[in-house]
């Protein structure tokens, strides 16, 4: 049940942006593997309320804060190192619905996701754009659970 909350909390919709071809080839691909860390949690679970009860109703609305540290070496850093933050804001459309909003800010630039799509076991958000060196980036964020509890968030992006 809080895994639900949770991923919901951490952007969970499906959504996918096409790309032109001519796009595709001219655009740099990077992979981001990062471990979501919630620092704190805001839900606003309007009527009926049904969040405590693993299901969601229309405006129920979940803000997120986390850190984000390194699944793998990347960023010159060694895994666990704290290389960046996260702030996120989902909004329950339906009770398989919801809208999402998201910034990761890392060394170099920030990442900006937002979408609409299902609620589900696994969240995928669209990336819709960026800042410093992920200026005009596209792609995917890949949410998931881990054995431990974290959820780990893998960014496929396409960077002109």
Do not use: C, W
């Amino acid at each position: 049940m809080l895994r639900v909350v949770a991923l919901l909390g951490s952007l969970a919709i499906v959504l996918a942006l096409p790309a032109t071809a001519s796009e595709a080839a001219a655009a740099k691909s990077v992979t981001i593997r990062v471990l979501v860390i919630r620092v704190t949690r805001s839900v606003k679970d309007v009527p009926p309320k049904t969040i405590t009860l693993g299901q969601f109703s229309k405006g129920d609305t979940i803000t997120t804060n986390d850190v984000l540290r390194n699944a793998v070496p990347q960023f010159g850093r060694a895994k666990g190192a704290r290389v960046g933050t996260g702030h996120g804001v989902t909004i329950v459309l339906s009770s398989s619905r919801a809208k999402s909003d998201g910034i990761a800010r890392f060394p170099g630039g920030s990442v900006h996701t937002h979408g609409v799509g299902k609620i589900g076991p696994t969240a995928r958000v669209a990336v819709v754009g960026g800042t410093g060196i992920y200026a005009g980036a596209t792609g995917v964020a890949e949410f998931s659970h881990l054995a431990s509890g974290t959820t780990q968030s893998v960014i496929r992006l396409n960077v002109p």
